[in-house]
C-alpha cells in the first residue's frame, strides 16, 4: 500500500479588500512544479450580481458525482438577480466608541482574510481563512479556523438535513466547471461564505447543532480529549487553546462549555513540566466566571485546585480556603468528590 500523497502548499496568498486591477481571466497555478506569488486584495459590490462558485476540486469527477447537483441541500445556486444581500467582513469590525473602551458587539463578524492554493497529489484545491471577530473587553483578537469548500458543502449538506425549512432561506455558493482558481472567483466566493456564516449564526438552533460546533471547534476538542486520555497532554493544549479562543468568540467565555475547555487547559497544563503558571491563569478565568454559579460540579474542584496551584507558586491562597470551608459542614469528615480532572475527561467525552 502506497502512503498518502502530502500536501504540497503553494504561495498564493489573497486578501479581499483592495482593487485588483487585472482582469486576467488566467488561472493562479501554473504546471506542477511552479509557485505563483501574489499579493492582491479585492473589494466586489455583489448587489444583485450573479456569483458560481465551484467546487475545491473542479477535476475530481468521484467528487462532482457525490454531490451532484445538491438536491437536498438546502439552497444552492446563484445570487438571485436584484436580490440586495449584506456582505459581512472586515467591513463590519467594531471600534472603540468615545470612552476609548471597546465597544461590545452583539454577535460575532466573519471574515475571510486569505485564500491559499493548495495540492494534494494531483488536485488543486483553495483554502481559506476565516477570521472570527468580536471584542471582549480589552480583546480585540481574531480566532481563525481554516476550511476548503468542502468543508462548508459538508456542513451546508448537515445542517439542511436537520433544518431543512431554514437552510431552503440561505444562499450556498454552488460550485462550477471552470474557472475555480481565478482571482475573482475567489473573492467572490470569500464573500459568499462570510454572509453564509453570518446567516446561519443569526439561528440559534443552528448554533447549538453539532456540526455546527464540529466545523468551528469540536473536532480539536475531541482530538485534545484523545490526547489527554493517552496522558500526552502537551499535544492537547494548543487543540484547546484554539478551540477556547474561538468558543470566546463564537458563545462567549461565560458558556458553560467555554469553561469546561478552560478547565482542560488547567489539567493538561498542570500535567506538564512548569506549567503551573499557564495553569493558574486559566483557572482563573475561569473560576471568575463560575463563582456566582450555585450548581456547578466544576466549582469545589476549581477551588481546591487553585489552592494547590496558589501554594505551588507562593501565591496568597487564604481567601480560596475561606471560601472552601463555606462548602464544608462541621463534623462529616472528607467528603469523596471527583477530582477537576475526572470532571473534565467526563465532560470532553460526550462532545
Not at 441541500?73 to 466608541?97: C, M, Q, T
Not at 451546508?156 to 454552488?174: S, W, Y
Not at 466544576?298 to 472552601?324: C, S
Request: with cysteine; net charge negative.
Amino acid at each position: 500500500m502506497t502512503s498518502p500523497a502530502k500536501l504540497k502548499k503553494l504561495s498564493c496568498n489573497i486578501s479581499i479588500d483592495d482593487p485588483v486591477s487585472s482582469s486576467s481571466e488566467s488561472e493562479l497555478v501554473g504546471d506542477d512544479e511552479d509557485e505563483v506569488d501574489f499579493n492582491c486584495q479585492l473589494s466586489l459590490d455583489l448587489h444583485g450580481a450573479e456569483i458560481e462558485v465551484e467546487d475545491d476540486d473542479d477535476n475530481d469527477d468521484d467528487n462532482d458525482d457525490k454531490y451532484g447537483s445538491h438536491r437536498g441541500a438546502g439552497k444552492v445556486s446563484s445570487l438571485p438577480e436584484g436580490r440586495n444581500f449584506k456582505i459581512y467582513g472586515e467591513a463590519d469590525s467594531y471600534h472603540s466608541g468615545d470612552s476609548g473602551l471597546p465597544s461590545k458587539p452583539s454577535k460575532p463578524s466573519f471574515s475571510v482574510t486569505s485564500a491559499k492554493t493548495m495540492k494534494d497529489g494531483h488536485k488543486k484545491f483553495v483554502l481559506y481563512t476565516i477570521a472570527i471577530n468580536r471584542n471582549i473587553g480589552s480583546d480585540s483578537s481574531q480566532a481563525t479556523i481554516e476550511k476548503r469548500y468542502s468543508d462548508f458543502l459538508d456542513l451546508h449538506k448537515q445542517l439542511a438535513g436537520l433544518f431543512p425549512q431554514t437552510m431552503e432561506q440561505i444562499f450556498f455558493p454552488r460550485k462550477v466547471l471552470t474557472g475555480n482558481f481565478r482571482l475573482q472567483f475567489i473573492a467572490e466566493r470569500s464573500r459568499a461564505f462570510e454572509q453564509y456564516l453570518s446567516h446561519i449564526f443569526s439561528h440559534e438552533e443552528v448554533q447549538s447543532s453539532i456540526p455546527f460546533q464540529d466545523f468551528f471547534y469540536a473536532m480539536d476538542i475531541r482530538r485534545a480529549y484523545k490526547f489527554m486520555s493517552e496522558r500526552r497532554f502537551q499535544e492537547a493544549i494548543p487543540l484547546l487553546q484554539n478551540a477556547s479562543h474561538i468558543q470566546a468568540k463564537l458563545i462567549g467565555e461565560d458558556h458553560p462549555d467555554t469553561v469546561v475547555t478552560f478547565c482542560g487547559l488547567v489539567v493538561a497544563y498542570m500535567s506538564i513540566e512548569e506549567g503551573e503558571a499557564h495553569a493558574l491563569g486559566y483557572a482563573e478565568s475561569a473560576f471568575r466566571i463560575i463563582r456566582e454559579a450555585q450548581n456547578s460540579p466544576f466549582k469545589i474542584p476549581l477551588i481546591q485546585t487553585l489552592i494547590g496551584v496558589r501554594w505551588r507558586l507562593n501565591k496568597e491562597k487564604r481567601d480560596l480556603e475561606t471560601l472552601l470551608a463555606t462548602y464544608v459542614r462541621p463534623g462529616i469528615g472528607p467528603v469523596d468528590m471527583p477530582t477537576l480532572e475526572d470532571l473534565v475527561m467526563q465532560s470532553l467525552s460526550h462532545i
